[in-house]
């Protein structure tokens, strides 16, 4: 107890220090908690799917790009030879335009992905309502099929089933 009424009475006799002192340590302490922050959402915290273990990225490089996207041919040629893998899907990460016509939100842009059919039950994801994609959905002609994330049909659409948008790339 001693020596803390000693520290106590030290920091009173010299203000200045004290300052520089308590926010020296706050700093410290914040610029900690952020980088737990991010180490923890990034690298600790499980993906949110089940055995993420066992999911990869698969990518090609070429002389021009390190890290470029997969060809549709080509993807469907990898699927045809691979016997590595359970099952192999592709996604093309994009912005599109929405616009509702029954009066709702102003149209506006939303992130979204092209996906080959078979990409949401590879990550083992149920849609809540509506169905999953088909493998006919994927053939050249067919009807477009979209489905939305629960935060965006409750914020665009609020919440209603059945109702129409339009999405243009």
Known sequence: ????????RQLFKSPAFSVIAVLA???????????FSVVNAVLLRPLPYPDP???????????VFESGSVSYPNFLDWREAQRSFTDIGLVRRDNYNLSTPQGGAEPGQVGGARITWNFVSILGVKPILGRDFAETDDRPGSAKVVMIS????????G?????RAEFFK
């Open 53 to 63: 273990e066992r999911l990869i990225v698969i990518r090609e490089r070429t002389s």
């Open 159 to 163: 919440g209603r089933a059945g109702c």
């Open 1 to 8: 107890m001693n020596d803390l009424r000693f520290a106590i």
């Open 150 to 157: 629960e935060r965006l049909w409750k914020k665009r659409f």
């Open 25 to 35: 340590l706050a700093l410290g302490i914040g610029a900690n908690t952020a980088i």
